[in-house]
């Protein structure tokens, strides 16, 4: 429980540390960056809830509400990481169709049934819980309505490097090229779940909800350092490699989009 708390208040403190930049993060041109825009773009291909009430959760400081509200949507986001919150409210203090709050996935302040479609990106696979934040997803959800989320994917070449072999011996380094340099240690990206579109697709189906589209997405094939190294050839990768999505090969994407209706 302690080791579960201690990494909670990591995660929130990691986005409270980029809170300034995360907004622009989808300006990048760079991998991560073109990750964003990509998962953005794929969620509103099959967003189908305009002008309904949308819960965003996770929400950042915002990043969905200029394409939601385009679309007539009443825009609800709420995120553990206040700083995020508190820049979103900068951002948007005038939009009287967007409401933002500190809150947590796992214990939604929102009615039974009140929500036509709930969004959720990046986030369930950081929570301490995942089938009770999700759960609670799903309450808030309308019958019939829209359920939204983003998983990373299992099997993604980039995420096993990345997070088994590659962060693992940087974390050892990293301690030390800080120390050297006189920099002041900052906060570190914190680990996460991964899950198999099947297992994931199943989790959901167990909620009372009807799996009707799964997407695949992000295929940066270019492993670290060398997508750093080279960000403008990582970013041309992945643009060549989202015609993998419905292929055999799609298994080697980076991200998981499921969408599913509440019976």
């Known amino acids: 429980m302690e080791n579960q708390r201690a990494a909670d208040e990591k995660t929130v403190e990691f986005f409270d540390s980029i809170a300034n930049d995360y907004y622009d993060l989808y300006d990048e041109t760079t991998p991560g960056g073109y990750a964003f825009v990509l998962r953005r773009q794929h969620i509103l291909s099959v967003f189908d809830q305009p002008g309904g009430m949308v819960l965003d959760v996770g929400c950042g400081s915002g990043v969905m509400v200029e394409s939601l509200t385009a679309l007539n949507c009443d825009y609800w986001g709420v995120d553990p990481a206040e700083k995020m919150i ?34 959720c990106m990046g986030v369930l696979e950081r929570v301490k819980d995942d089938r009770n934040a999700l759960a609670e997803m799903v309450r808030v959800l309308k019958p019939g309505g829209t359920l939204l989320v983003t998983v990373p994917n299992k099997y993604s070449p980039y995420f096993l490097w990345r997070d088994y072999l590659f962060y693992p011996v940087v974390s050892l380094l990293r301690p030390i090229y800080f120390k050297l340099r006189g920099w002041e240690r900052r906060p570190v990206i914190p680990g996460h779940r991964m899950y198999s579109a099947k297992a994931f697709g199943e989790m959901v189906s167990r909620l009372n909800c009807r799996v009707t589209e799964v997407m695949y997405m992000g295929f940066n094939l270019l492993l670290p350092p060398l997508d750093m190294m080279f960000p403008g050839t990582a970013v041309s990768v992945m643009r060549k490699g989202e015609a993998l999505q419905h292929g055999k090969l799609r298994y080697l994407a980076g991200g998981l989009i499921l969408k599913a209706n509440k019976q």
Do not use: I, Y
């Open 86 to 119: 508190e820049d979103g409210k900068k951002r948007f203090s005038s939009r009287p169709n967007v409401h933002l709050a500190v809150g947590s996935a796992e214990k939604l302040d929102f009615p039974d049934n009140h929500f036509d479609a709930v969004l």
